[in-house]
């Protein structure tokens, strides 16, 4: 079975990334208006710090997506991962993390990464560490129902980081 890492396009990115408040995922989480340009930092001038989409195929089918942009110049975020769910529990969401960091690890210094409370323990064995000083917060939940938003005191939002 063939595994490939490959940029693709914001526009395939934002498809799968808009699914995860849709489909059956462990948590429908809401998507903020900032979808495509998800960044606070960016220098137009440079090709580097706009933000980039990446997916993993197999046998030329992608399967699994992310976006990645600048924080600043030494700092970046991973965020809006989507695994096809006929591909999760495989490993792939770790090959496609473990791609992104190869590909930034001589251009930047850490990667962030805010994580639900359910998989927290996932990123650390990604070798993410829990941000020293950041408080976990509830996050809001979608219901498709009702088209509301509800925060759910249990669950919380945490941020994560790994050094390169």
Same mark, same amino acid.
């Given at each position: 079975m063939g595994v490939e890492f490959a940029s693709c396009s914001l526009n395939d990115w934002a498809a799968k990334a808009s699914l995860i408040k849709t489909s059956n995922a462990l948590y429908p989480i809401r998507l903020y208006q900032?979808? !495509? !340009?998800a960044v606070q930092f960016i220098d137009d001038e440079k090709e580097l710090l706009r933000p980039k989409a990446y997916c993993l195929k197999v046998n030329d089918q992608a399967i699994a997506w992310c976006m990645v942009y600048y924080v600043n110049h030494e700092v970046i975020r991973i965020r809006g991962l989507y695994t096809d769910p006929s591909f999760r529990s495989q490993g792939y969401m770790a090959t496609l993390i473990s791609n992104v960091i190869s590909n930034y690890q001589y251009q930047a210094k850490k990667c962030l990464m805010f994580?639900?409370?359910g998989t927290v323990a996932y990123l650390e064995?990604?070798?993410f560490q829990k941000v020293t000083g950041f408080t976990p917060r509830p996050i809001e939940i979608y219901n498709s129902d009702?088209?509301?938003?509800t925060c759910d005191p249990e669950d919380k939002i945490t941020l994560l980081e790994k050094r390169f």
């Open positions: 900032n979808t !495509f !340009f994580s639900l409370s064995k990604q070798g009702t088209e509301t938003y």
